[in-house]
């Protein structure tokens, strides 16, 4: 029930019938006999309840003043009484921002129907309120959320970027360790040793420097990859002037985008390695969509094969590293291997999943061999 309410009509006997029967239901009447000092009691009445109006006054009438009344802020609910059965005008009234329309009789009996109609009223606002709270608390509870996301997304950058530093001093410090070594064959682990780092070193970069950290742009992280490699070789002779990058855009996880960046090193060191005993030649680094989840990426040369000419320098320096990181990273991707080669040269194909199912994850989890 409505503790106070105020009735507005011009009839100051139907104020005072009003305000005596509502009384006696424990409901504080206030009135007003015309419409403008209707507005200035609800002024100065700020804890009304429900306001019930004469639809015809003299001056200010039942139908402006709910139009009125409804451009407040924080309303009480408006009732349009008449003394006339007159649907057309209780349309109006209701498409005029009316809650309801009651139709008021000679004898006061209408007093009754006031009663229940400011009851729905009073429901209809305790539920409004209780559904703008509700609407209240989601919206904070979002913003709060939204927040939340935005610090942490700004807390995984700044973490990324502190791993791709620390990864990138490692990478310094092999190589000047590789630079001062003496023996061929460890001034060589140790440059191997920093291209790996690097490629791993190039994702977090990647990651930091990107909105996403979720997801890696593949076909940057390449791009800059290769750059890297060829960046550290030309100071050994250029030997990677001819390798080439050709990749269509796409997006991994983090995880797959490490694991194929370690496989693309491994590849293209071996080629530059073995490939050519003499004269160095192309390599040609290829990565192509297919389907959803799934994409192919091919290291090839034209270079004299596995089985050949190199093998008696392979045979000499091979530690086999190289494949057993391949093949464990491949498990991570859930990749077929295929290598083809023959004299006029050698073809890897890794087909690999971008993104990995959070199961199948765990599952590859286990130590590589
Ligand atoms: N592109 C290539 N052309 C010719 N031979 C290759 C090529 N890639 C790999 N090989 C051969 O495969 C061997 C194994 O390579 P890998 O497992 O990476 O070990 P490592 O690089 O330490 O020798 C190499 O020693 C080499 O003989
Ligand atoms: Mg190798």
Redesign the pocket.
């Known amino acids: 029930m409505p503790r106070k309410v105020l009735y507005i009509d011009d009839d100051a006997g139907l104020c005072a019938l009003v305000k005596r029967s509502l009384g006696r239901e424990g409901i504080e009447v206030v009135t007003a006999t015309d419409g403008e000092s209707g507005l200035k009691v609800l002024g100065d009445n700020p804890d009304v309840d429900i306001v019930a109006v004469d639809l015809y006054m003299p001056g200010l009438g039942g139908m402006e003043l709910t139009e009125r009344v409804n451009a407040m802020p924080n309303h009480p609910p408006v009732i349009v009484v008449t003394g006339a059965q007159d649907s057309r005008m209780a349309v109006a009234a209701l498409k005029a921002g009316a809650f309801d329309y009651v139709v008021k009789d000679v004898q006061g009996d209408f007093t009754y129907l006031l009663k229940a109609s400011f009851q729905a009223a009073a429901a209809a606002m305790r539920m409004r309120r209780a559904k703008e709270a509700a609407e209240e608390e989601v919206r904070a509870a979002r913003d709060r959320f939204e927040a939340l996301a935005a610090e942490r997304a700004l807390l995984m950058r700044e973490v990324n970027h502190r791993v791709g530093n620390s990864l990138q001093l490692i990478a310094s410090l092999l190589t000047i360790q590789s630079n001062a070594a003496a023996n061929a064959e460890v001034k060589e682990a140790l440059s191997d040793a920093t291209g790996r780092v690097m490629a791993v070193a190039q994702v977090h970069r990647r990651l930091y420097t990107s909105d996403d950290v979720q997801s890696v742009a593949v076909d940057l992280y390449l791009e800059a990859l290769v750059e890297d490699l060829r960046r550290s070789t030309s100071a050994e002779g250029g030997g990677l002037a001819q390798l080439t990058l050709q990749a269509e855009p796409m997006a991994a996880a983090p995880d797959h985008a490490v694991a194929l960046g370690m496989i693309v090193n491994?590849l293209v060191t071996?080629?530059l390695?073995?490939?050519y005993p003499d004269e160095k030649g192309a390599i040609r680094v290829i990565l192509k969509r297919d389907g959803d989840n799934r994409a192919v990426l091919s290291v090839e040369?034209d270079?004299?094969?596995?089985s050949f000419g190199?093998?008696a320098h392979?045979k000499a320096?091979?530690?086999?590293?190289?494949?057993r990181i391949v093949h464990a990273m491949g498990d991570k991707l859930r990749a077929r291997i295929e290598h083809d080669s023959s004299p006029h040269g050698?073809r890897v194909t890794v087909a690999f999943d971008l993104f990995g199912a959070p199961a199948l994850k765990t599952a590859t989890a286990k130590p590589a061999a």
């Open positions: 491994e071996n080629a390695k073995y490939a040369d270079g004299v094969g596995n190199a093998a392979a320096t091979s530690t086999g590293l190289g494949q050698t």
